[in-house]
Protein backbone atom coordinates (compact mmCIF):
# COMPACT_ATOMS: atom_id res chain seq x y z
CA UNK A 1 0.00 0.00 0.00
CA UNK A 2 1.32 3.37 -1.24
CA UNK A 3 0.12 6.88 -1.52
CA UNK A 4 2.60 9.38 -2.95
CA UNK A 5 1.77 12.94 -2.27
CA UNK A 6 3.56 15.56 -5.38
CA UNK A 7 3.27 18.61 -6.71
CA UNK A 8 4.38 21.24 -3.91
CA UNK A 9 6.74 23.43 -4.35
CA UNK A 10 7.44 27.85 -3.68
CA UNK A 11 4.57 29.99 -4.75
CA UNK A 12 4.26 33.78 -4.33
CA UNK A 13 0.84 35.02 -2.26
CA UNK A 14 -2.08 34.63 -4.75
CA UNK A 15 -0.66 31.61 -6.84
CA UNK A 16 -1.99 28.46 -7.26
CA UNK A 17 -0.71 24.75 -7.01
CA UNK A 18 -2.47 21.51 -7.70
CA UNK A 19 -1.14 18.60 -5.34
CA UNK A 20 -1.41 15.12 -6.43
CA UNK A 21 -2.17 11.75 -4.37
CA UNK A 22 -1.13 8.78 -6.59
CA UNK A 23 -2.56 5.53 -4.97
CA UNK A 24 -1.46 2.10 -5.50
CA UNK A 25 -1.49 -1.68 -3.52
CA UNK A 26 -5.09 -1.04 -3.17
CA UNK A 27 -8.74 -0.89 -4.31
CA UNK A 28 -8.78 3.05 -4.94
CA UNK A 29 -12.39 3.15 -5.27
CA UNK A 30 -13.18 1.97 -1.81
CA UNK A 31 -10.98 4.42 0.02
CA UNK A 32 -11.91 8.35 1.05
CA UNK A 33 -8.73 10.20 0.87
CA UNK A 34 -7.72 12.91 3.03
CA UNK A 35 -5.42 16.24 2.80
CA UNK A 36 -3.70 16.87 6.14
CA UNK A 37 -1.02 19.64 6.66
CA UNK A 38 1.70 20.28 9.00
CA UNK A 39 3.11 24.16 9.43
CA UNK A 40 6.30 24.27 11.36
CA UNK A 41 5.64 24.70 14.81
CA UNK A 42 2.28 23.57 14.88
CA UNK A 43 -0.20 20.36 15.29
CA UNK A 44 -0.75 18.68 12.20
CA UNK A 45 -4.58 19.86 10.95
CA UNK A 46 -7.52 18.37 8.46
CA UNK A 47 -7.49 20.62 5.62
CA UNK A 48 -10.05 18.38 2.92
CA UNK A 49 -11.75 14.89 2.83
CA UNK A 50 -13.16 13.41 -0.46
CA UNK A 51 -15.28 10.25 -0.03
CA UNK A 52 -15.03 7.37 -1.98
CA UNK A 53 -17.85 8.34 -4.69
CA UNK A 54 -16.59 11.49 -4.75
CA UNK A 55 -19.97 13.08 -4.06
CA UNK A 56 -19.10 14.28 0.04
CA UNK A 57 -16.29 16.91 0.41
CA UNK A 58 -15.20 18.57 3.68
CA UNK A 59 -12.94 21.91 3.97
CA UNK A 60 -11.37 22.98 7.07
CA UNK A 61 -13.20 26.64 7.34
CA UNK A 62 -9.52 28.66 6.14
CA UNK A 63 -9.47 26.97 2.79
CA UNK A 64 -13.19 26.82 1.50
CA UNK A 65 -13.55 29.04 -1.37
CA UNK A 66 -10.05 28.88 -2.15
CA UNK A 67 -9.40 24.87 -2.13
CA UNK A 68 -11.34 22.31 -4.50
CA UNK A 69 -10.59 18.67 -3.67
CA UNK A 70 -11.09 15.74 -6.14
CA UNK A 71 -10.66 12.37 -7.45
CA UNK A 72 -9.89 10.59 -10.43
CA UNK A 73 -10.94 6.83 -10.14
CA UNK A 74 -9.96 5.58 -13.25
CA UNK A 75 -6.03 7.25 -12.10
CA UNK A 76 -6.21 5.82 -8.41
CA UNK A 77 -5.51 9.55 -7.92
CA UNK A 78 -6.64 12.55 -5.58
CA UNK A 79 -5.85 16.26 -5.74
CA UNK A 80 -6.27 19.10 -4.08
CA UNK A 81 -6.34 22.46 -6.28
CA UNK A 82 -4.88 25.37 -4.04
CA UNK A 83 -6.18 28.71 -5.38
CA UNK A 84 -5.06 31.96 -3.66
CA UNK A 85 -2.57 30.68 -1.47
CA UNK A 86 -1.81 32.97 1.59
CA UNK A 87 1.86 32.34 3.98
CA UNK A 88 -0.41 31.12 6.74
CA UNK A 89 -0.70 27.94 4.21
CA UNK A 90 2.99 26.97 3.93
CA UNK A 91 3.16 24.01 5.29
CA UNK A 92 3.69 19.84 4.52
CA UNK A 93 0.82 18.59 2.93
CA UNK A 94 -0.14 14.70 3.37
CA UNK A 95 -2.12 12.79 2.06
CA UNK A 96 -4.27 9.67 3.91
CA UNK A 97 -6.50 7.07 3.09
CA UNK A 98 -9.70 5.34 5.14
CA UNK A 99 -12.30 2.66 4.23
CA UNK A 100 -14.02 4.69 6.43
CA UNK A 101 -16.53 7.41 5.29
CA UNK A 102 -16.73 9.86 7.39
CA UNK A 103 -19.11 12.84 8.61
CA UNK A 104 -18.33 15.99 9.15
CA UNK A 105 -17.89 16.44 12.36
CA UNK A 106 -14.97 13.39 12.25
CA UNK A 107 -13.24 13.58 8.71
CA UNK A 108 -10.01 15.61 10.50
CA UNK A 109 -9.40 12.66 12.82
CA UNK A 110 -6.58 11.01 11.92
CA UNK A 111 -6.98 7.88 13.67
CA UNK A 112 -9.40 6.69 11.11
CA UNK A 113 -6.73 7.05 8.25
CA UNK A 114 -5.21 4.12 8.31
CA UNK A 115 -2.86 5.35 5.37
CA UNK A 116 -0.45 7.97 4.97
CA UNK A 117 1.80 9.82 2.09
CA UNK A 118 5.06 10.88 3.04
CA UNK A 119 4.16 14.46 2.62
CA UNK A 120 5.05 17.40 -0.14
CA UNK A 121 6.28 20.70 1.00
CA UNK A 122 4.35 24.02 -0.10
CA UNK A 123 5.91 27.34 0.53
CA UNK A 124 4.20 30.43 -0.21
CA UNK A 125 6.44 33.43 0.27
CA UNK A 126 7.11 36.81 -1.86
Known amino acids: VQLQASGGGLVQPGGSLRLSCAAS????????IGWFRQAPGKEREGVSC????????FYVNSVKGRFTISRDNNKNTAYLLMNNLKPEDTAVYYC????????????????????WGQGTQVTVSS
Open 96 to 115: AATTISPLSSTWTREEIYNH
Open 25 to 32: GFTFDYYT
Open 50 to 57: IRYSGNSK
